[in-house]
């Protein structure tokens, strides 16, 4: 069974440009979680999709946005790139809502590395 | 307050020593707790999950919570060397909408 798998692996940006990072969940999984990992800060919650909407938001500023795709595969845009924005991005997939057995296990992908220049 | 702390330093224990790791969260309602291995430049890989009060043991992971105190730890039995990583807590509230928050993790150096 394939894991969870982002692409690219690697980004180099400038500031001020955009970069949009990939993501395809676990096959059965349909929420789709994004966390942003910089150097000494942890893993930051960003992002929450379930059924293609958005369930949640981590206290981050409007230009992180996302989307889920019908086939729960998502994005993650980050527009307006600032230097700080240089981190491992990690999508991670689990079953669907709380409540659910397992809803809350997630597994991570390998992670997209942004670099702003 | 944080949502989950990990305040303890970098920890170093002999191969075959038990490695403690602590960690405190701020959300009584929490329901789920989790413990993730991050190795050097990889991605959090699960290894304990916890949900209720008591112990847990899978292999020679224990993990313990204590919900009254808001407290969940980790024990590593007979560390290894490839037990060097960071370990990172993992809290869920079912009315923090299903959001996991972590801490900053705790890094653990097993010497041969």
């Known amino acids: 069974e394939a894991g969870v798998t982002q692409s690219p692996t690697h980004l180099i940006k400038t500031r001020g440009q955009q970069a949009t990072l990939r993501c395809s969940p676990i096959s059965g999984h349909t929420s789709v979680y994004w966390y942003q990992q910089a150097l000494g800060l942890g893993l930051q919650f960003l992002l929450w999709y379930d059924e293609g909407e958005e369930r949640n938001r981590g206290n981050f500023p409007p230009r992180f946005s996302g989307r889920q795709f019908p086939n729960y595969s998502s994005e993650l845009n980050v527009n307006a790139l600032e230097l700080e924005d240089s981190a491992l991005y990690l999508c991670a997939s689990s079953l669907g809502l709380a409540g659910v057995s397992g809803a809350n296990v997630l ?5 997209s590395r942004l670099t702003v220049l | 307050q944080k949502e989950v702390e990990q305040n303890s330093g970098p920890l170093s224990v002999p191969e075959g020593a038990i490695a403690s790791l602590n960690c405190t969260y701020s959300d009584r309602v929490s329901q789920s707790f989790f ?6 430049g990889k991605s959090p890989e699960l290894i304990m999950s916890i949900y209720s009060n008591g112990d847990k043991e899978d292999g020679r ?6 919900k009254a105190s808001q407290y969940v730890s ?5 560390s290894q060397p490839s037990d060097s990583a960071t370990y990172l807590c993992a809290v869920n509230s079912y009315y923090g909408n299903n959001r996991l928050a972590f801490g900053k993790g705790n890094q653990v150096v097993v010497i041969p």
Do not use: C, M, P
């Open chain 1, 107 to 111: 597994t991570f992908g390998a992670g």
């Open chain 2, 35 to 40: 413990w993730y291995r991050q190795y050097s």
């Open chain 2, 61 to 66: 992971f224990t993990a313990q919570l204590n």
């Open chain 2, 74 to 78: 980790l024990l590593i039995r007979d």
